[in-house]
């Protein structure tokens, strides 16, 4: 069993940044694939970055050159670093965890991007 605890989420205006942050527990976090999702209102989940065991990383085409996934596997982390956020980044935003057996999902957190 993973469980997966997101931090960092808030209420930011358009242009600005925020950093979230992904905790895992257990000491297998170096072997999985890690995800940040985000689903808006009305709106199916999407995937917004992940990063590859090897830190190969993927991008949305609606965040690339704003958005930046890392991953820190001695602190069990992964952090997703939002710049020049829009309001239409505005959604709960997810991690996800792929393992060899199964997926898991965090409870989200809200990022909100308003003036």
């Known amino acids: 069993q993973v469980q997966l605890v997101e931090s960092g989420g808030g209420l930011v205006q358009p242009g600005g940044s925020l950093r979230l942050s992904c905790a895992a527990s257990?000491?297998?976090?170096?072997?999985?694939?890690m995800g940040w999702y985000r689903q808006a209102p009305g709106k199916q989940r999407e995937l917004v970055a992940d990063i590859t065991s090897g830190a190969t990383t993927n991008y949305a085409d609606s965040v690339k050159g704003r958005f930046t996934i890392s991953r820190d596997n001695a602190k069990n982390t992964v952090y997703l670093q939002m710049t020049s956020l829009k309001p239409e980044d505005t959604a709960v935003y997810y991690c996800h965890a792929q393992t060899r057996v199964r997926d898991y999902w965090g409870q989200g957190t809200q990022v909100t991007v308003s003036s």
């Open positions: 257990g000491s297998n976090f170096k072997f999985y694939a």
